[in-house]
């Protein structure tokens, strides 16, 4: 029998990431040394009293049956959390936990958009941003991030048309892969944007907790006017290295939060009861950990930057995520064929620019998530590859 697949399904091609595993795993197996910096899964563990909480909830054989809701002392926990950490005021109404960011965000074009519905999504940006909108039939609509912008979008020159026809618009700092954050100011600008074109705003809020060079990570939803236009996802897998227990929170406006949570229990029967009470631990229990983490994250932020732009590849320093984002070498012009090349001369794995949107062409992403003093190794790897070198090339 032929099976024919939907047209949905030609839309995502493992491509790249499929391309390096496998030579990744050829290079390994001729005794080669990996530093693999591609996938930004991190490397810390959890702090001790989730693990503890998530332990002994799992022990009640009542907690395996289906959860249909979250848990009011999870609510809570966020609400009293979000005051704490960002001073924002949220109902028990104005929140609802999903299955991780990633499961959020590919549904939550469903609860918007029709077919042929405008999304806007930032280029370069994460894929799922554009995967969710496509998978239930919306038009993608990419509005450039550029350098010399500090890739903050120029808000005045998305064309009127595509403006007004937009269901929604996916902003996220600070921003996987290209690694800035934003100032109170853009938000502003945004809202005010939002306001005049009737756009709903979705900040992905992932990273606000790893920051550097002495910034605040911050909310959307701090600045007056966001919860008339829009949500937040916040999630705990980076902060708190949850990333396998899938949990993260869509917090803000009432009205799409109940839109969405309805439409979820049309394919969902809610998060994993123990996970719910390894969340309350982590959103009110000590935050050392947090702070720690975001430390060492920037001291490997330093080690593979400086240490990059010492040996002459002028990597800027990250201001924030758990990633570098770096223009190809001088002499390089194909992120993808760079890739392969720095993979197969120094051990040293990252991922193609290209990945993230056209405008991605010309740089690569590093995850941090090795130490410091791997990082360096890996430094000392590229440099003594030669990759670097003009007559190299």
């Known amino acids: 029998?032929?099976?024919?697949?939907?047209?949905?399904?030609?839309?995502?091609?493992?491509?790249?990431?499929?391309?390096?595993?496998?030579?990744?795993?050829?290079?390994?197996?001729?005794?080669?040394?990996?530093?693999?910096?591609?996938?930004?899964?991190?490397?810390?563990?959890?702090?001790?009293?989730?693990?503890?909480?998530?332990?002994?909830?799992?022990?009640?054989?009542?907690?395996?049956?289906?959860?249909?809701?979250?848990?009011?002392?999870?609510?809570?926990?966020v609400s009293d959390f979000y005051m704490e950490r960002f001073g924002v005021s949220l109902d028990r109404e104005e929140i609802m936990s999903v299955n991780g960011s990633q499961e959020g965000m590919a549904h939550f074009a469903w609860a918007l958009c029709d077919p042929g519905d405008i999304v806007l999504v930032p280029d370069p940006g994460y894929p799922i941003f554009s995967a969710g909108p496509l998978l239930c039939g919306a038009k993608t609509v990419p509005y450039p991030l550029y350098r010399e912008n500090g890739y903050l979008?120029?808000?005045?020159?998305?064309p009127e048309e595509t403006a007004r026809a937009a269901k929604f618009m996916i902003v996220s700092y600070p921003l996987n892969p290209v690694c800035v954050t934003a100032p109170d100011s853009f938000y502003e600008e945004l809202i005010s944007f939002a306001r005049e074109?009737?756009?709903?705003?979705?900040?992905?809020?992932?990273?606000?907790?790893?920051?550097?060079?002495?910034?605040?990570?911050?909310?959307?939803?701090?600045?007056?006017?966001?919860?008339?236009?829009?949500?937040?996802?916040?999630?705990?897998?980076?902060?708190?290295?949850?990333?396998?227990?899938?949990?993260?929170?869509?917090?803000?406006?009432?009205?799409?939060?109940?839109?969405?949570?309805?439409?979820?229990?049309?394919?969902?029967?809610?998060?994993?009861?123990?996970?719910?009470?390894?969340?309350?631990?982590?959103?009110?229990?000590?935050?050392?950990?947090?702070?720690?983490?975001?430390?060492?994250?920037?001291?490997?932020?330093h080690a593979l930057c400086r240490g990059l732009r010492d040996i002459g590849w002028e990597v800027p320093d990250s201001q924030g995520t758990m990633f570098v984002w770096a223009p190809l070498p001088e002499g390089y012009e194909n992120s993808e064929k760079f890739t392969l090349e720095l993979m197969e001369r120094s051990g040293?794995?990252?991922?193609?620019?290209?990945?993230?949107?056209?405008?991605?062409?010309?740089?690569?992403?590093?995850?941090?998530v090795l130490p410091a003093e791997e990082m360096e190794k890996a430094v000392q790897a590229v440099r003594e590859s030669g990759i670097l070198d003009k007559g190299s090339r």
């Not at 050829?26 to 591609?38: F, H, P």
């Not at 009737?198 to 966001?226: C, K, M, Q, W």
């Not at 902060?239 to 394919?267: C, H, M, P, W």
């Not at 990252?350 to 995850?367: I, T, W």
Request: glycine share 8%; hydrophobic share 40%.
């Open 197 to 301: 074109y009737e756009i709903v705003i979705l900040h992905d809020n992932a990273y606000s907790d790893i920051v550097y060079g002495g910034r605040t990570g911050g909310s959307f939803l701090a600045h007056e006017g966001a919860k008339e236009v829009g949500v937040e996802f916040y999630s705990l897998s980076k902060s708190y290295n949850l990333t396998g227990a899938r949990i993260s929170f869509v917090v803000g406006n009432k009205e799409i939060v109940r839109t969405f949570r309805d439409l979820r229990t049309q394919f969902d029967y809610g998060v994993f009861l123990p996970v719910q009470y390894a969340a309350i631990a982590a959103l009110r229990g000590p935050k050392d950990a947090v702070r720690m983490q975001r430390e060492e994250y920037e001291k490997r932020n």
């Open 1 to 77: 029998m032929q099976i024919k697949f939907s047209e949905k399904t030609q839309m995502f091609q493992a491509g790249i990431f499929a391309v390096l595993n496998e030579r990744k795993e050829e290079l390994l197996n001729k005794g080669m040394k990996i530093y693999n910096l591609s996938v930004g899964t991190p490397d810390f563990k959890p702090a001790p009293h989730v693990m503890e909480a998530l332990t002994k909830a799992s022990s009640d054989p009542e907690n395996y049956k289906y959860a249909l809701k979250d848990k009011r002392e999870l609510l809570d926990a």
């Open 348 to 368: 040293v794995i990252c991922v193609p620019g290209s990945s993230f949107g056209s405008l991605g062409e010309g740089y690569v992403r590093f995850a941090l």
């Open 153 to 158: 979008p120029r808000l005045s020159e998305i």
